[in-house]
């Protein structure tokens, strides 16, 4: 079985203090990565993702994931924090092998304080 | 939201009444997917579709069918609604689920309130 774990339910961070999402997964095999963002109301909107190749992937608005396969890792980063950053962030993976549907995390709330 | 829209964006119903949600794209993607979003819980998937006709189950679908007789439709049912159903209801699309590296692509919600 897959699955997510995201384990801060909030993060706090000054504007302009460099911020981290952490995420750690578990799956059979190879996995594929997912970082969505929401904002109040709205749906998730995509940010980036790991298929494979270089570890650090970059991503929109400035944001970039570390995949780490020996830690089972995959940290969500920014090197300076804007307000306009403060959501919740969803880390998802699904095994590249298979056919299961892909799983998300809980959930990571980021506030970021000016 | 990438060409996704879901109706209605609010409802409040009571228990026991049946409720149809919908989903439209505009994108000709094959896969299209229901999740449900509830606080500790991030995102669960309900059913997905793989084509016109062809459907799946997901972590959560008891309770809930789905049909899906267009490309650009999938419908979301609950059958008799329960206040354990009370949530708030994403659509999502991806191009294909052959290319699993696919990403997937999310309607803007609705608001389900069962009494």
């Known amino acids: 079985a897959q699955s997510v774990a995201q384990p801060e339910d909030q993060v706090n961070v000054a504007e302009g203090n460099p911020l981290t999402v952490k995420c750690t997964y578990s799956?059979?095999?190879?996995?594929?990565l997912f970082w969505y963002v929401q904002y109040p109301n709205r749906g998730l909107q995509f940010l980036l993702k790991?298929?494979?190749?270089?570890?650090l992937v970059k991503g929109s608005y400035g944001f970039e994931a570390e995949f780490n396969k020996s830690q089972t890792s995959f940290h969500l980063k920014k090197p300076s924090a804007l307000v306009s950053d403060s959501a919740l962030y969803f880390c998802a993976v699904r095994a590249a092998s298979g056919n299961t549907p892909l799983v998300f995390g809980k959930g990571t709330r980021l506030s970021v304080i000016a | 939201d990438a060409g996704i829209t879901q109706s209605p964006r609010h409802k409040v119903t009571e228990t026991g009444t049946p409720v149809t949600l919908r989903c439209h794209q505009t994108e000709n993607h094959r896969y299209m997917y229901w999740y449900r979003q509830d606080p500790g819980h991030g995102l669960r998937l309900i059913h997905y579709s793989y084509g016109v006709k062809d459907t799946d189950k997901g972590e959560v679908s008891d309770g809930y069918s789905v049909s899906r007789s267009k490309t650009e439709d999938f419908l979301l049912t609950l059958e008799s609604a329960t206040s354990s159903q009370t949530s708030v209801y994403f659509c999502a699309i991806s191009e294909s689920g052959r290319g699993r590296t696919d990403t997937q692509y999310f309607g803007p919600g609705t608001r389900l309130t069962v009494l």
């Open positions: 790991y298929i494979t190749g270089d570890n």
């Open positions: 799956v059979s095999g190879n996995p594929y």
